[in-house]
T-cell receptor, first 114, second 112 residues
Framework: KAGVTQTPRYLIKTRGQQVTLSCSPI?????VSWYQQTPGQGLQFLFE???????NKGNFPGRFSGRQFSNSRSEMNVSTLELGDSALYLC?????????????FGEGSRLTVL | DAKTTQPPSMDCAEGRAANLPCNHSTISGNEYVYWYRQIHSQGPQYIIH???NNETNEMASLIITEDRKSSTLILPHATLRDTAVYYCIVRVGDNYGQNFVFGPGTRLSVLP
């Protein structure tokens, strides 16, 4: 079956702009989580959605937001972009069947802020 | 903060077993040990997880000490494609929250 799909794969924005990233989870997966990866901070949890509700949130400013649709697809938005927002943004989905805790990650969206 | 400690880097000869250690001395009774790896420019990939008992799958084996304060991921016959950053994570294995805390991991280089 198809894996986690993230779009766009690469994008360049300038400071002050906003960006929306999209994630389509594996079919049947209802949990979608987002992570930010930078060389300095590594992989950091942003937030998680389950059945259109945000269940967990990491320690990021309010400029970072997300949502999940009824088909489990998710989007995350970053407003008023800063240079430090340049990162690889990874989406992961999970079926939550049992307690396997297996996350399936997409290839990521690489954001460059100029 | 990550609850695990891993060496920053390791080398392994191709065809030999790669043994990646992880210390998790503050692990709680209901926390599982998970291993993921990230090959350059790709999203992390699940490898294996366990609670108390040793586990084996088609990718690797996980050996957890009896006191659960440390574990070792074993790649039995490392190949060049196993070169990656390996993350050891401990978390409660429930269905509520997929917020994994990734540390810096171990950069494994498999050498020809």
């Amino acid at each position: 079956k198809a894996g986690v799909t993230q779009t766009p794969r690469y994008l360049i924005k300038t400071r002050g702009q906003q960006v929306t990233l999209s994630c389509s989870p594996i079919s049947g997966h209802r949990s979608v989580s987002w992570y930010q990866q930078t060389p300095g901070q590594g992989l950091q949890f942003l937030f998680e959605y389950f059945s259109e509700t945000q269940r967990n949130k990491g320690n990021f400013p309010g400029r970072f937001s997300g949502r999940q649709f009824s088909n489990s697809r998710s989007e995350m938005n970053v407003s008023t972009l800063e240079l430090g927002d340049s990162a690889l943004y990874l989406c992961a989905s999970s079926s939550l069947a049992g307690v396997s805790g297996e996350l399936f990650f997409g290839e990521g969206s690489r954001l460059t802020v100029l | 903060d990550a609850k695990t400690t891993q060496p920053p880097s390791m080398d392994c000869a191709e065809g030999r077993a790669a043994n990646l250690p992880c210390n998790h001395s503050t692990i709680s009774g209901n926390e599982y040990v998970y291993w993921y790896r990230q090959i350059h420019s790709q999203g992390p990939q699940y490898i294996i997880h366990g609670l108390k008992n040793n586990e084996t799958n088609e990718m690797a084996s996980l050996i957890i000490t009896e006191d659960r304060k440390s574990s070792t991921l074993i790649l039995p016959h490392a190949t060049l494609r196993d070169t990656a950053v390996y993350y050891c994570i401990v978390r409660v294995g429930d269905n509520y929250g997929q917020n994994f805390v990734f540390g810096p991991g171990t950069r494994l280089s498999v050498l020809p």
